[in-house]
């Protein structure tokens, strides 16, 4: 649930990833620990139990994963709620879901949420994409927003050293 590569639309959607410490580039440690971004949430409750069972689910395929293990140890001496949600021992594997979220600058937006796993890293490659038109037109006006001269590449080679591959018909 870290976040390894983002562009500057997620990063003013949610949070800028780049602005935090490495330790906290994952979407649970703001959604709990980030007052700007817990208020984003509209259904901040169902929202942060889904990513905490979502934790638990990747524990669960990573035992040994140090990472998961020191942001649950921090997060729950950071955060009494995280801790209650953890103590449930709820499981949840997120393949695609809704969110929703209210912008200061775009205002509300409905979401959906797809993921799909990419093996053999086991990385996640998730997208946020308009659930309907108001939203899409808010998104865009975001874009606008927050339009930057950085290209993706070289903001995607920067962060992880990869190179972005290139699908050409």
Avoid: K
């Avoid at 020191?70 to 499981?91: K, P």
């Avoid at 949840?92 to 209210?102: D, E, I, K, V």
């Avoid at 606008?144 to 962060?159: F, N, W, Y």
């Amino acid at each position: 649930m870290d976040a390894v590569a983002w562009n500057p639309a997620a990063a003013a959607l949610l949070t800028d990833f780049g602005a935090v410490a490495p330790a906290e580039r994952n979407i649970v440690w703001p959604s709990f620990r980030c007052p700007s971004l817990r208020a984003r949430w509209l259904d901040w409750e169902a929202t942060a139990a889904d990513l905490v069972a979502t934790l638990r689910g990747e524990l669960g395929r990573h035992p040994n994963q140090p990472d998961i293990v020191r942001l649950v140890t921090r997060l729950s001496a950071a955060s009494a709620e995280f801790a209650d949600w953890w103590g449930r021992y709820d499981v949840a594997t997120q393949c695609g879901m809704n969110r929703q979220l209210r912008h200061p600058d775009a205002g509300e937006l409905h979401l959906v949420c797809e993921q799909m796993t990419v093996p053999p890293a086991d990385q996640r490659l998730v997208t946020f994409h308009p659930a309907g038109a108001v939203t899409a037109s808010r998104l865009e006006l975001l874009a606008d927003l927050t339009a930057t001269t950085t290209d993706l590449d070289e903001a995607i080679s920067e962060r992880t050293g990869a190179r972005p591959l290139r699908l050409v018909r």
